[in-house]
């Protein structure tokens, strides 16, 4: 099987990101990540992306861009920007959910769910024109919300999105949501490209990280399930604001799946 590339979700290090990207690149390289995924608003000409990350050898593996940069009026000028970043996967972070992002949650059903994803398969192709795909980030929601027919927001995107749209697991979240991320993965074999390896303890919470004693994500199972789905990138994204905050969290983290990974 062929090895997993690992990257750094930026969410893991933001306060940092917004302080300095270029000391902020430069340590995600030194720690040993091979890409990195951005979030977040386009702050920086995207000629200066492309030039700090092929300056520090790392990989631009996709931008968490949100839905409001992906409509008709915006979606122009985010492939324009995406595409002088050297972006290649453009990942919507949420739909739904708590942050109400393209519905309330007072109108969220089966229906809303299935024009997001018709919505999603449009823009897929749009995004195919320019060399690019986009991605599905998941969310505790998506496995939580139950509808009278027994489906979820989740079985609904496996069912109405377009083979070649990511989803983009989030193992932490699967874990928040009572489901085990290696049942989820191996229930959709080589759909899930990008993989979000992110600690999470049911007893602390997300003040945990890869290979803690308290992390319950199963990962030798879950490195597993993404080499036979073909995972091009497990993403590291870390939350712990006490604990391990920061780079300490990152570091960690990545020591901790690579001893998975060699294991």
């Not at 496996?158 to 749209?165: P, S």
């Not at 989803?167 to 049942?183: S, Y």
């Not at 049911?202 to 004693?213: C, D, K, Q, V």
Request: proline letters at 5%.
């Amino acid at each position: 099987m062929k090895p997993l590339s690992v990257a750094l979700g930026l969410y893991s290090v933001y306060r940092e990101l917004q302080a300095d990207i270029e000391q902020t690149l430069f340590r995600v390289k030194e720690l040993g990540y091979e890409g990195v995924e951005f979030y977040g608003k386009f702050v920086h000409p995207p000629e200066v992306i492309r030039t700090l990350l092929e300056r520090n050898g790392l990989v631009n593996c996709g931008w968490h861009t949100e839905w409001e940069l992906l409509q008709p009026d915006t979606l122009p000028a985010t492939v324009q920007y995406h595409k002088l970043a050297g972006t290649r996967n453009v990942i919507i972070p949420a739909l739904g959910g708590p942050w109400e992002i393209a519905h309330i949650q007072e109108e969220d059903c089966p229906e809303v769910w299935i024009q997001h994803a018709k919505r999603m398969n449009q823009i897929s192709k749009r995004l195919q024109q320019h060399g690019m795909r986009l991605g599905y980030h998941t969310h505790a929601h998506e496995f939580e919300i139950r509808y009278d027919d027994g489906t979820t927001p989740w079985d609904l995107l496996c069912e109405h999105l377009n083979n070649d749209v990511i989803l983009e697991l989030d193992t932490g979240n699967c874990l928040e949501a009572g489901v085990d991320p290696e049942e989820v993965l191996a229930a959709i074999p080589g759909r899930s490209l990008l993989v979000h390896g992110k600690p999470y303890s049911h007893r602390s919470g997300l003040e945990s990280f890869i290979g803690a004693e308290d992390d319950d994500n199963n990962w030798p199972e879950i490195v597993k399930q993404c080499q036979i789905a073909g995972t091009e990138w497990l993403i590291v994204e870390h939350e712990s604001e006490k604990a391990y905050p920061g780079f300490e969290g990152a570091e960690r983290s990545l020591h901790g799946i690579q001893s998975f990974l060699e294991g």
